[in-house]
Each structure stands twice: as C-alpha cells, then as structure tokens.
C-alpha cells in the first residue's frame, strides 16, 4: 500500500525556519517524484516544491524560491522540505504526494496525499 506521512510542522516566528518530513511507505523514492503542496484556508492548493525520481530535479514555486530547500534520504525514504525565512503568507496545511513527474507541480496531477501538517507562521 503506498502511503505518505508528513510531519515537522508547528508554530514559528516570522524568519524563522522549520523542516518538514515526508517519510514514504510502499514504494521507494526512485519511482516517484514527490512534490510538496500547501493549502490555505479559502485558497485552492498550491504546488510549493518538486523532486525528481532520480532526484537530480527540483522545482520550486516562485514564492519560495530562495527560502524553502527540497532534498531527500534515499536510505530513510523520506523527504524533506527546509523552509527558512518563513513569513505569515506561508501559513498552511502543508501535504506530500507522489506522480510518475514534477511537470508543473499541480496538485491534480499528484496522488498518495499524506493528512498534512499544519504551518503556522506568527508573532
């Protein structure tokens, strides 16, 4: 069964940092790009970053780019997601999910969605 579990979220201040972790079950790492997407209340999901299969690829959205840093541990088959710099506009539910390619990291294109985690940024 394929299944995706992310955790690390929590409370933080504005510039702060926080990693989060998405430990995969099921399946290894190099059949599947996972990407990380974020929801916020009222607002459609958004695609934040991407790792390829191979894990030579990554992609992120323009409003992290610079701050938010995707890698992976092939040997704990878990990914992860360091978000340094955060700002309130960052908070969210933030899920993991698995596609055979990062493409444009739309979240109807993704599958195998963990329950989340929640992000909250504030003073």
């Known amino acids: 069964q394929l299944r995706l579990v992310e955790s690390g979220g929590g409370l933080v201040q504005p510039g702060g940092s926080l990693r989060l972790s998405c430990a995969a079950s099921?399946?290894?790492?190099?059949?599947?790009?996972i990407g990380w997407f974020r929801q916020a209340p009222g607002k459609e999901r958004e695609g934040v970053s991407c790792?390829?299969?191979?894990?030579?690829?990554?992609n992120y959205a323009d409003s992290v780019k610079g701050r938010f840093t995707i890698s992976r541990d092939i040997a704990k088959n878990t990914v992860y997601l360091q978000m340094d710099n955060l700002r309130p506009e960052d908070t969210a539910v933030y899920y993991c999910?698995?596609?055979?390619?990062?493409?444009?990291?739309?979240?109807?294109?993704?599958?195998?969605w963990g329950p989340g985690t929640q992000v909250t940024v504030s003073s």
């Open positions: 099921g399946f290894t790492l190099d059949v599947s790009a």
């Open positions: 790792i390829s299969k191979s894990g030579g690829s990554t």
């Open positions: 999910a698995g596609s055979p390619m990062c493409g444009s990291i739309y979240y109807l294109d993704f599958g195998s």
